[in-house]
């Protein structure tokens, strides 16, 4: 039967691991991920404006 990662943990692997220096994965903060989202929302809403504003070519 092939372990799971909650084996793992139980075992001492995934806490040995972080002792001996591996980095962990960066969690964002939920603000952050919204923060993120929301700006580059208000971005592609300024360049979609700006492109339609914009005269076309020939």
């Known amino acids: 039967m092939p372990e799971?990662?909650?084996?793992?943990?139980n075992r001492?692997?995934?806490?040995?691991?972080a002792d001996a220096g591996v980095p962990k994965p960066?969690?964002?903060n939920r603000r952050?991920?919204?923060?993120a989202w929301a700006a580059l929302?208000?971005?592609g809403l300024a360049a979609?404006?700006?492109l339609?504003?914009?005269?076309?070519?020939?």
């Open 26 to 28: 960066t969690s964002m």
């Open 48 to 50: 979609t404006s700006a």
């Open 4 to 9: 799971g990662p909650y084996e793992l943990v």
């Open 52 to 58: 339609n504003a914009s005269p076309t070519p020939e």
């Open 12 to 17: 001492g692997v995934v806490s040995a691991a």
């Open 32 to 35: 952050t991920l919204i923060a």
């Open 41 to 43: 929302c208000v971005g």
